[in-house]
């Protein structure tokens, strides 16, 4: 069982910068592909990035393409997503979630995850 712990999150003004983090106990986060997606108040969830157990593949929406990075930790039991240029479109929840990638996954698709975090609220002023 991984649980999934995401933190980082806050208020910035447009055109600031973020870093959330995702830490996993219960297992080796090393062993799944782990993704972000966010949710904004009356939308649906989506997906905004992804990246594989060997950190070597990473995966963006396209309206975050060139302003988020995501990469692991040295301990590779954290998946981070770097957020910069932020507007205010990119208000949400942002969960982090992990998934056998070996198994079903498809790093866009929520419903191929297995684990999720609680979510850490993002807001960017204007």
């Known amino acids: 069982q991984v649980q999934l712990v995401e933190s980082g999150g806050g208020l910035v003004q447009t055109f600031g910068a973020l870093r959330l983090s995702c830490a996993a106990s219960g297992a080796s986060l090393s062993d799944y592909g782990v993704g972000w997606f966010r949710q904004a108040p009356g939308k649906e969830r989506e997906f905004v990035s992804a990246?594989?157990?060997?950190?070597?593949?990473?995966y963006y929406t396209n309206s975050v393409k060139g302003r988020f990075v995501i990469f692991r930790g040295n301990s590779r039991n954290t998946v981070y997503l770097q957020m910069s240029n932020l507007h205010p479109e990119d208000s949400a929840v942002y969960y982090c979630?992990?998934?056998?990638?070996?198994?079903?996954?498809?790093?866009?698709?929520?419903?191929?995850?297995?684990?999720w975090g609680q979510g850490t609220q993002v807001t960017v002023s204007s």
């Open positions: 979630a992990a998934g056998n990638e070996y198994g079903n996954w498809r790093y866009d698709d929520g419903a191929t995850y297995d684990y």
């Open positions: 990246i594989r157990s060997s950190g070597l593949s990473t």
